[in-house]
């Protein structure tokens, strides 16, 4: 095996000159249709925004100055079960295993792999990306913004672009705390991981801080969950039936 | 962008010769760790299945005998919220925020782009790769198998390897129906759609079948989900708090 070594360096990248090309979004549009999928139900959809307005409302959301652009390519995957209820609302038969927990996660799963898919296509062809974990700050806006349906849900942003900086890599944990062999990994000291993280921070060409894994993990527990708070309640909203005992 | 067209050439390998050296498992292993993490929490684990007594019990449980082996390496991917509690325990803050919707989702997250990242990987070093989304059939006996504490999760499985067949890739959804522009994408007739899946299933070198979009996703309505349907009351089990009300 030749292991191709830009596998092993992914950085986020938030700084970017222009935009992709149309063929440059249609290649990597079909990377992520490409990606494995549960079941084979193509339980997501994939919603490339370029309206300067819409960008301005993620940015807000996002709390990413550059998520309005101009430059760079935003796209927001989607959980997305309306499709196939869409096809199957004539079929006679109850619906209700493309609403349970079952189906949520095929359509997390499928969107997440997409995203990734195409995130590494990017990075393999010299574009650099960066994840959007944060469209769900307020999953029920970005709803509203991109008219997503019952039985879908706003998942996940990554915005890609040409690269116009080149950060650092982040220090990851140590490999016996995260990789088990046969069974759960055992807790192992950290070690001097949390010197290696602070290191990072404190030397990093951008924005460098006072930080530790440790201390991000702190702050983390007192966080303002803001609308986070309220996923499962717009799930439900979405038509989702995620009960937290066996049906 | 030139872009690597084997990031189009996405099919699951079920046969495989041999298994992966200790330095090719090693290099994957890292690429899952290099991955994009929600907030830099590396919120999950990686499992490496060698055990044949292991991998025969999840083989049953994927009903997928090409699971138990012995060719081909097994990884599961899992949601583990448990490092950073045991990391957090004595900060004298409240969990609460490493147990809910967001905490679970960030699990999902940074184990399902792992995985995939993981498998894109394989594929452009010329392995090959299939998930197994299967093992949620029976997540309390995963838990088990593999020794898994509170607050983790056994999302998905990944076998990976050299490939010993070539199959057919599968049609995908047309363009226009999973890609929008600003906002979701319009519903439009799928065409020829399933008379594609239906030649592909028909034509495929390996277990010809009679299969289209259509009749798949009816399958899906009545299938039984066994234990499928306890997800929700297993992730209460492990700690979880995903409530479908706003807290």
Redesign the interface.
Known sequence: ????QR????R?IRKFTGN??AP?R???????????S?????Q????????PA?RAVIAAITHGDFVAGPSGDLFVF?VDQH??H???QN?G???A??E???AF??G??DA??A???M????E????GA??L?SV?NDPAQMIDL????QH?FP??GLIVGRPAETPE??P??P?A?????????K?VP?GDYDARVQSYYATRSWGARDES??S???A????D?AH??????I??RQGFN??????
Chains 1, 2 share one sequence.
């Open positions: 095996m030749q292991l191709d596998a092993l360096a992914h986020s992709l090309t440059e249609l290649a990597l549009t079909n990377v992520a249709q490409a990606t494995a549960s079941r084979f139900g193509q997501f959809s994939l919603i490339h925004v370029a309206d819409k989607v499709r196939n869409l096809l199957m079929s038969q109850s619906l295993n493309l349970n927990w079952d996660l095929a997390v799963f997440t792999l995203a990734q898919n995130a590494a296509a990017a393999r062809s010299g574009l960066c994840f974990g769900l991109l008219n997503l349906p879908t998942l996940l890599a982040k990851r944990l490999h705390a995260v990789v088990g062999e046969d069974t759960y990994p807790a950290l894994f440790t991000m993990l702190q983390q527990l007192t966080a969950l986070r708070n309220e996923i499962g309640a799930l439900k995620l009960p937290d005992w066996a049906e």
